[in-house]
């Protein structure tokens, strides 16, 4: 397998090929990387790759990893079901 | 070399003003303060809607509808272009004689749409709930990537010669002693130009001040919940919104909601609506989000168990009469509006763009924009 092929972000399934064409095309952050990819957006929501994307980021730009604004961090922490959210505010929840 | 115009905003509208722009020759330098699409652009759902009224409203609809047909062929990304349709729901029986004036209204201004009753609906909709009183079917709406939009546009400005600057942030306009337009002063040094256009969505208020104008635009916040995939067969029509969403516009002093929700290409579906005003305040509010999902849910129940992996707020530009500002400034020579679309700034960016190009270029405009001058508010003279 070529080193481009190696997959990223395992949720959306975007290879480096893709983050460094992305990279190629003008990202500098995690967030720019993607809204040009998808890696990040999946159901982990960057959990298990935007550190690799920052390192990538690094690399090929020349950006020290701390200097890399990191990805917007927004809720819920991880997923959960939409009707127990809808009862966050004490309405009726059908949930078992 | 010098650019002829400098657009402030790097959203939807100021990549649209770029590309439409650096088509025709125009040598365009676009600064934005923090990334491409940044504000409004990403934090909306993928309606392009062909049914808000005024009349004004749907011209610049119909308009940039079909400017999108032409976009997803001309642009260099996938901007996930469809025309799926939308069904607008009537939950209450009481609202459904006033909703059925509104649609003649519309088939009346040319609109396409027809009025569904709730077994029609339903077989459309199997998943939908079934305690519905009616509703309409609108063939001509159709759904996009909004970010996709946003940088698809600012790469073919590219192309075309244009300057794309990000996480540059415009902190003046210099004017001569006769109020032309002379430079923009940015974070990241001076760059002369005889135009400027301010595309800055929420924050054009600020952009405004620099000239001592008062561009009466607001932010008003905007929630969506975004879910994991679901499979393509459960939402058939890709946008299904409560009727009652129109209203929704008009609501000033509280938090307004109403279920609307759209299914991405991707599967995810975005779970909307709220409107309310918090400042510039873009943080989630919890208790907004459970009462947009509540909504949401008695029209779709079958998505009660389907999991939210993302939730977020924007802010959409507002303006008093809830209609976008796309002029020259009277007062200010050189200095452009592109703003106020607040939720329609997906639907109107290509428009808005190509109206700007043609104001900036002396060419006759596609549509008579006189209903969208800065200066139909009160007060929008310059400032002492």
Redesign the interface.
């Known amino acids: 397998m070529a080193e481009e092929d190696l997959i990223i972000c395992r949720c959306e399934e975007v290879t480096l090929a893709e983050i460094l064409q992305a990279i190629h095309e003008g990202a500098r952050t995690v967030d720019e990387v993607k809204r040009r990819t998808r890696a990040g957006m999946g159901l982990c929501q960057g959990k298990t790759c935007r550190k690799l994307v920052t390192q990538i980021l690094a690399q090929h730009t020349g950006q020290p990893v701390g200097e890399i604004l990191p990805a917007t961090f927004r809720p819920p922490v991880r997923p959960i079901a939409l009707n127990i959210l809808a009862s966050v505010e004490g309405e009726k929840d059908d949930a078992p | 070399m010098l650019p002829d115009v400098v657009i402030i905003g790097g959203g939807i509208i100021g990549c649209s003003c770029a590309y439409y722009l650096a088509r025709e020759g125009v040598k365009v330098h676009l600064v934005e303060k923090g ?4 504000g409004a652009s ?1 934090a909306g759902q993928s309606h392009i809607c062909l049914w808000e009224q005024p009349e004004i409203s749907l011209k610049l609809e119909k308009a940039s509808k079909l400017l999108y047909e032409t976009l997803s062929e001309e642009l260099p990304l996938d901007i996930e272009y469809e025309r799926t349709g939308s069904i607008a729901i009537v939950e209450n029986p009481a609202e459904l004689s006033s909703f059925e004036q509104t649609v003649q209204l519309l088939q009346d201004e040319g609109v396409s749409c027809q009025l569904l009753s709730p077994d029609e609906i339903i077989e459309l909709e199997p998943n939908l709930a079934r305690d519905i009183a009616g509703g309409a079917f609108f063939p001509q709406d159709a759904q996009v990537n909004p ?1 996709m939009v946003t ?1 698809a546009l600012a ?1 073919a400005a590219k192309e075309n010669g244009a300057v ?1 600057q ?2 540059t942030e415009a902190t003046g306009i210099e004017l001569s002693p006769g109020k032309a337009v002379v430079a923009v002063n940015t974070t990241a040094g001076r760059i002369p130009t005889k135009a400027v256009v301010n595309a800055a969505g929420a924050w054009s208020g600020a952009i405004g001040k620099m000239v001592g104008l008062d561009v009466p635009v607001i932010p008003r916040r905007g929630h969506i ?1 975004v ?2 995939p679901v499979p393509s067969d459960v939402i058939n029509c890709k946008i299904l919104l409560e009727a009652g969403y129109m209203q929704t516009l008009g609501v000033e002093n509280k938090v307004a909601i109403a279920a609307n929700i759209q299914q991405a290409r ?1 599967g995810n579906i975005l ?1 909307g609506s709220s409107r309310d005003f918090a400042g510039f305040d873009r943080s ?1 509010d ?2 907004i ?3 947009i ?2 909504r ?2 008695c029209f779709m129940p079958i ?10 707020a924007g802010l959409r530009p507002y303006t008093p009469d809830l209609l976008p500002i796309i002029d020259e400034a009277d007062t200010v020579e050189g200095f452009y509006v592109a703003s106020g679309h607040e939720g329609l700034g997906i639907t109107m960016g290509p428009i808005t763009g190509k109206l700007i190009s043609q104001m900036i270029t002396s060419q006759q405009t596609d549509l008579s924009v006189e209903q969208l001058s800065l200066s139909r508010f009160k007060g929008a003279t310059r400032l002492a």
């Open positions: 990334p491409l699409g940044s990403k970010l940088l790469q794309i990000t996480f919940i879910t994991e991707s779970l989630v919890p208790d989000i459970s009462a999902i509540a949401n849910l998505l009660s168990r389907i999991h939210v992996i993302r939730t977020y």
